[in-house]
């Protein structure tokens, strides 16, 4: 059939699986950053069976994400149409999505054994939590909670547990290197170096070093030039109130 | 993409560390609420952190708990800092235990070091955007090489980086207040320790990777028998000496080198790997006009050690032009650059040596017996790396047995000692040393090296080595002279 026959209709639909997919990768990449944000305090003083539940959910969910993500990259794929602005753009979704799943396999195989470090089995074993400062909570879980995968759900199958789903991942992997040959080096990243700087909005955002200030004590009364002149004009008005 | 799934004998293997589980079992017993280390908060000004530790408690726990001193209790915690078990609140970059009121807090075990997981550069470009982010552009200098590095490196994967430092931001701003900040401690400590700003040092600086993975069984294969039959062949054929022969030759060693070794005895002035300061290299430089007292001590050691310090050879080449035997040092150092030269020159290098020191009537002959310059001659037909073995090692043995005497009560060696310097030693307080660290500047580049090193080669031979056939010649026409005289 000759190709300028094809149907505006078909068209239409690739475009809308291509922006499908992109969106995917974007809730992919949040799932698995709120996933990361979580494993942070495995085996830390907030660790518990509530922290696990929650791990195993976002997994769930990831899951799901990658699994259709999958089907639908490797049938996009695998159209055997040469078109080649469609092609690169599905490429690059392509080497994104390879990325980010071996990412995501790197967080899985450490949750995997820091849960075998800290097995909360026994009231007992809840003594050798490491005592990080943190105090928990579970903002970030309701933030994962609200990603959606952007089409309708209903065909995959369950979660499996955390080394089965490691290993398949594996297998995974090694299947997505070997079907389909994408040259990875002939992906170019859209977006300028430094380009992110300045691009989200931080409202009352200081940095590390400011949030780190120590209250000054009115003991240490000689030196008020002391590291930062904001600590300082603080340190004043302390001694004053004392 | 990273091409893991590739078995590449690329030396991708890091080293054994098998301390890390043993201070894993450590850190774990210190978290014990009865026993373990005491923990206190930390007051800022937004908030008030607990779990904080100060470094003269966990001093005196390491202490308790394995019945040492507090000087090794420091030791043993600088060690657990050094590795990112536990981090400094104040001066992240220095990963010592300071055993005063100063305040430390333990790693999370998400970020804990282990040995079978590489750290990757991808999580570090994450980790950089993700700063880029917060800071608005505001990284340190050796942050902005690395984050530029990364872009060229990783390019193909740039999108996935700073999608997932944005999500990576989004989801830290979800938390609490507190729980941000000592997030953000926990990521900036670890990666302090695996990607160290110049002028820190850390315990998983690994070095050189490995060729095989220490973590995986080795396949019993017939190459693996073969080998292990090959292993035992050879240590049947070993030589062996008596126990109190060996141990003799130990003791002996060791009085002789006890005070000259860096890490039983203190340096002087100040060893530069704990100072910071380069002034026992500078002293110990090769082209220093007075060498140290140390340095022309051990000198007297052996003749391999005078040998092997090129000062040193400065000093015997002086002697020896002295008693017209130059020949002999010239022809083993041209021996030793056929051994350790570049394979193509070897065939050219044989050719010259011949010509100068071994052909009949060569102007700078030198005097081996018989049947070694027989056999020397010979294999010159087929020069390989080790043909003049035979040569060198006989020549070797004549300068040890009579020059080597010689020189050791000759006016030269004296006058080396007479020169000799007496370095006094370094005392450095705190803050110089750490002014020290912060002053660390790189040494010469090895081009300027070895460009110094060939003008000195060149002026060497510049200044004429003494030619015997023109020594002779000259003899000769002095004769010839007075007889015409006569």
């Known amino acids: 059939m000759n190709r300028w026959r094809r149907s505006v209709g078909e068209l239409q639909a690739r475009r809308q699986q291509v922006t499908e997919c992109e969106q995917a990768l974007a809730a992919l990449s949040k799932v698995t950053a709120c996933f990361q944000q979580m494993a942070s305090s495995l085996g830390s003083n907030t660790d518990g069976s509530g922290l696990r539940e929650e791990l195993a959910d976002i997994r769930a969910m990831a899951h799901r994400i990658y699994t259709g993500l999958h089907k639908r990259l490797i049938t996009l794929l695998t159209e055997m149409e040469q078109r080649q602005e469609d092609r690169e753009q599905v490429e690059r979704l392509w080497v994104l999505f390879l990325s980010s799943l071996e990412t995501f396999q790197k967080d899985l195989q450490k949750t995997s054994s820091l849960q075998e470090l800290f097995p909360l089995t026994q009231r007992r074993d809840r003594s050798t939590l490491i005592k990080t400062g943190y105090s928990g909570g579970s903002e970030v879980a309701a933030r994962a909670a609200t990603v959606q995968t952007p089409w309708v759900s209903g065909e995959e199958e369950r979660c499996p547990d955390l080394q089965k789903q490691i290993s398949r991942m594996d297998s995974l992997l090694q299947e997505m290197l070997q079907t389909v040959n994408v040259p990875v080096w002939t992906v170019e990243a859209t977006q300028e170096a430094w380009l992110e700087v300045g691009k989200e909005e931080h409202h009352d955002d200081e940095t590390l070093e400011d949030l780190m200030q120590v209250e000054v004590i009115s003991q240490d009364s000689t030196t008020t030039g002391c590291c930062h002149h904001l600590n300082c004009r603080l340190g004043c008005l302390l001694c004053l109130v004392n | ?486």
């Open chain 2, 1 to 486: 993409m990273t091409i893991r799934n590739v078995h590449d004998c690329g030396q991708r293997h890091r080293p054994r560390v098998a301390c890390l589980k043993k201070v894993e079992a450590l850190v774990l017993e210190m978290q014990d609420p009865t026993s373990g280390v005491k923990s206190q908060t930390q007051r800022l000004v937004i908030t008030t952190i607990p779990h904080a530790l100060t470094g003269e408690d966990v001093v005196a726990w390491i202490a308790k708990r394995f019945n040492v001193d507090a000087a090794e209790g420091c030791a043993i915690g600088t060690m657990m800092v050094a590795f990112g078990y536990i981090y400094p609140l104040r001066d992240h970059k220095r990963l010592i235990l300071k055993s005063d009121a100063s305040l430390y807090r333990f790693q999370t075990p998400y970020f804990w070091p282990a040995q079978q997981w590489p750290v990757e550069d991808t999580d570090y470009a994450i980790y950089l955007a993700k700063r880029n982010i917060r800071k608005n552009g505001v990284l340190e200098l050796h942050e902005q090489e690395q984050y530029n590095n990364l872009h060229k490196w990783l390019n193909h994967k740039w999108d996935f980086i700073v999608m997932q430092a944005k999500e990576q931001y989004r989801a830290g701003k979800e938390r609490k207040k507190p729980d941000r900040v000592v997030f953000d401690c926990q990521e900036r400590a670890y990666w302090v320790v695996h990607r160290p700003p110049p002028g820190s040092v850390s315990a998983m600086d690994l070095g050189l990777l490995r060729l095989i993975d220490p973590n995986q069984e080795e396949s019993e294969t017939s190459d693996y028998f073969r080998r292990i039959i090959i292993f035992t062949e050879q240590c049947i054929m070993r030589p062996r000496v008596k126990s109190s022969v060996s141990l003799g030759a130990i003791v002996k060693y060791i009085t002789t080198y006890k005070l000259h070794d860096a890490f039983l005895s203190p340096v002087l002035p100040s060893n530069p790997w704990l100072t910071d300061d380069p002034a026992y290299w500078d002293l110990n430089s090769l082209t220093i006009d007075n060498p140290t007292r140390m340095r022309v001590e051990r000198w007297t050691f052996s003749f391999g050690e005078l040998l092997s310090d090129p000062r040193g050879r400065d000093g015997f080449r002086l002697f020896l032009k002295k008693e017209f035997s130059s020949e002999n040092l010239a022809f083993w150092e041209a021996c030793e650059a056929v051994k350790w030269g570049t394979a193509s020159t070897i065939h050219e290098k044989a050719q010259q040596i011949y010509k100068t020191f071994l052909a009949r009537g060569a102007p700078r002959w030198i005097n081996i017996d018989g049947k070694t310059m027989e056999v020397t001659v010979r294999g010159l037909k087929h020069p390989h790396r080790y043909v003049l073995d035979a040569a060198q090692t006989h020549i070797y043995m004549l300068m040890k047995k009579d020059k080597y005497g010689r020189y050791l009560k000759s006016p030269v060696y004296m006058d080396y000692q007479r020169r000799a310097t007496d370095p006094e030693a370094h005392n450095f307080t705190e803050t110089q040393l750490a002014q020290n660290a912060k002053n660390r500047r790189p040494s010469l580049s090895p081009i300027i090296l070895r460009q110094q090193e060939e003008e000195q080669q060149a002026k060497l031979e510049a200044s004429g080595p003494v030619d015997l056939t023109q020594v002779m010649s000259k003899l000769d026409k002095r004769n010839m002279l007075k007889e015409g005289q006569k």
